[in-house]
């Protein structure tokens, strides 16, 4: 599946053989060849300051991870990205939103119940990974959502909602500039 041109990969995991890691380099490989672009012989994955993954070797081959429940998703791309998945769950969802969400989400959630929680979630998730900081301290701090819907313009980025399965939901965030 490709979304803004990063290719997007969603792993059924029941009863994978392969370690997570082959797994990316294997898709890494694949997306290279059919994007004809080059790469080692052997693909090194460090971890930045905020711990985000990245190929040490192959800098111009950016990938974002993510999974829940039975679900593994990966996106390819030639430029930064974030990903998230989240299995919808019976959760304190009001009490979430209180604890992680900026006021602007908390009244959108309120409105638009569990499929509203998850695409911010999925949305802020995909937010700090594209930025490489996590969801420390400052997640209540800034907001995915302007004028009543999930936007990324105040933020410099772009929100991809990709359907993936019933009970899921999965977002992709890049820089609006790319």
Known sequence: ????????YIIDETGA???????????????????????????????????????????????????SGGLWVCALCRYDVGIDIEQHAARDHAALSR?????????????????????????????????????GGSFSHFSVVERGEISGDRLFARFTSIPVREGYSLTLCRWDDE
Not at 1 to 8: K, R, W
């Open 17 to 67: 053989d392969d370690s997570r890691t082959e797994r990316l380099i294997r898709l890494a490989r694949l997306y290279a060849a059919e994007e004809a672009m080059p790469l080692p012989q052997m693909l090194c994955i460090a971890k930045g300051e905020c711990g985000k993954p990245y190929f040490e070797n192959a800098p111009w081959l950016h990938f974002s991870v993510s999974h």
């Open 99 to 135: 604890r992680f969400f900026h006021p602007n989400e908390i009244e959108y959630t309120r409105r638009g119940g569990t499929e509203a929680f998850y695409s911010v979630w999925t949305a802020k998730e995909s937010y700090v990974k594209l930025l490489g900081t996590g969801i």
């Open 1 to 8: 599946m490709e979304a803004d041109s990063a290719h997007i």
